[in-house]
DNA sequence: AATGAATGAGAATTCATTCAT
DNA sequence: CATGAATGAATTCTCATTCAT
């Protein structure tokens, strides 16, 4: 009921060439706990998804709870490596730049798995406190990072005039949830095409030059 | 197998000053829901810290379903009201009216019974689809409509210049989100006090007098 | 859970010409049972079929057997009634009479509400012994003693020759029950049109003859 | 809400000569069906005579109406099977082999178990309406058959004269009921004495040789 | 490691009955 | 008499976890 903190040891993956039970359970958790939030999901729905006995989950990982967090910290691992490589394409023109980073950004925090991420992070805050921890680490504080940089950069060459650029770090990454991501996370009915994420995307590259352009 | 029969009644509260049962109830559903959420919340808990029997919970709401349902809207109703109440205050300056107007939004939103909304809205968007539709209405929505109004006077008195008001007053609600409400609904560690508050809603209203001023 | 066996009091009719509210109850109490037998039945159901109040039900009758035991008598002297006509009407024709005292035993039981108290009479046998004494007495017995009766006569008259008067109305009332009564009572698809009860009763009429005549 | 998984598993006897849980639980479900019908037995009774956990149930039943339906079907094949060697025994003498054949159909339908399995069947006729189906497939079809062949032969042999055989079988079935079984299936007091049963059995081979011997 | 039957605590819900008004 | 909220025991069923094989 309450989550333990000892992570299961992570037994090597099987030299036999074949993904191990080990991530066959975590794989089929996970998709489950995306998308039905941690209480509605029970060892057995991921016992007969991943094909394997109940027993077998328990030879695997202490219980339900460290289930959960393996699979967590794994699929943040994984699936948010993406958004490092935010801002990495070089643009000689410094608004298309920004506005083609907001895209990415929007795109890459609409995909379902990433709002599945985001809501059993808010929904099991109580209950599991490193979550959020985990997923600022994998997901945002990289992204935050990644943009400083590069807001650095540019003030260092007279293109931005920033005074507190983590600060500006964090704007540019808030007003990127305008509306779309908002709306997304909320399961409300939302124009998620690429035209509108342009939109809103270019909108955010305006806002962010009339705050920060010399 | 049998239908069932009584619908539950909403009896008016009885004007005896004593709360009636009913919102005994309500009461004590909210309290717990919002602490532990919809799933980890169960009937025997709510019976027991209302006083009452657990049987006593099906004559007033046919399951639990519809009593968290009629829990949400009253407290959509009832805690989400004042939200309509911001920039009612006059301001001879804008940017000290701007400036205040997001403190009071950031901390409306940083109330632990709007997370606690907020929280429970995201987890359980799949199951209670509408219950993101309440939160719209009843919190979003008047917030939007109330910042859209002032916006307009002031674009008519030439104070700002804005092209789509509408975006407008989502971006300013959405950039009070930055940092405090963000990481505070992830129940991560912030700085909540005024002076914190007072800086994320100056930078706000600086940002968004550089984005709109003539 | 177990029957009680005092009989209420039977509040005389109101004299004010309306059907009392005992006979509401009763009335809907007797159309819930005969569908659903007696545990599928509760007294929520009835009352709100009879459109009075859960708490009325227990001021005209003391508990749910109580009300049971007197749908099932008030139901088995109304309803049962008119098997005590069969063989009223003289026919000239011995092998006509018989056919006909077949054909209306048949129908009058395949007749749902006769069917509904069969069944219920067989479910609670164990529950409430006296259920069968009730139905044995208003609707066996009655019929039974008419047909030996009228045999009786015809045995005087020399038209049968009956040893044990009592068995061969026993045997008549048997045979009827060939197919039609027997699949009826199991909700088995069967055959209940009229032509379909005249061959049964032209049978039973043969058969009797072959049995008894001179 | 969510959906069932585990397909309840009918594991082969295990051949220790000990009887399996599963076929205990079957057991002792059907000790309780029996006796007090479907609604009135609870699982945690049959949990309790079975000697396993009210969750045990659940690892081999999908639920209560499944337990009901195995049990039922366990029952009618293995109970009922008896019914099949009526008549069996060649008898010099057709009458004595009628009388017999009576006498035997009678003593095996008020054995306790066949009584019970009719009334389950009459009460549950709206809940369960495949019950009866399986009652009739083990139960009374073969009867009927194993008695239509009988009388096959002897018509052929010209020691009795049957248009319509089938009918005669129902009727010689539906004969045996007199008295004894029709009012031990309500539990109404009645001798069953085996000299009132070779009574009615004489009753009724006498009859049918009066209707359909030369 | 793998299995899957067994467990017992606890979940939601129903129901006959009572009782103050 | 009539009402309907209150009750608490009982019911079906779920679930995380254990353990012998």
Redesign the pocket.
């Known amino acids: 009921m309450t989550q333990t903190e000892q992570p299961a040891q992570r037994?090597s993956r099987n030299g036999k060439g074949t993904s191990s039970?080990y991530e066959q359970i975590l794989q089929s958790a996970g998709q489950l706990f995306l998308q039905q939030g941690y209480e509605r999901?029970?060892?057995?729905q991921i016992a007969q998804l991943a094909g394997?006995?109940?027993?077998?989950?328990?030879?695997?990982f202490e219980?339900?709870?460290d289930l959960f967090t393996a699979f967590f910290e794994e699929c943040s691992r994984t699936r948010l490596n993406t958004l490092k490589s935010v801002s990495q394409a070089p643009q000689p023109d410094l608004r298309t730049a920004l506005e083609q980073a907001a895209a990415t950004i929007i795109s890459l925090m609409i995909d379902p798995e990433a709002i599945g991420l985001y809501r059993i992070v808010v929904a099991e805050a109580n209950e599991f406190p490193n979550l959020a921890d985990t997923l600022w680490h994998y997901g945002v504080s990289r992204t935050l990072t990644g943009l400083s940089e590069w807001f650095a950069e540019k003030h260092a060459a007279g293109q931005l005039i920033i005074k507190d650029i983590d600060l500006a770090a964090e704007q540019f990454l808030t007003m990127c949830q305008t509306r779309i991501i908002h709306r997304s996370r909320l399961s409300l009915p939302v124009d998620t095409s690429q035209a509108s994420i342009d939109g809103v995307a270019s909108m955010v590259a305006d806002s962010f030059l009339r705050m920060y352009a010399p």
């Open positions: 037994p039970k999901t029970s060892m057995s394997v006995s109940k027993g077998s989950l328990y030879n695997h219980n339900k709870a």
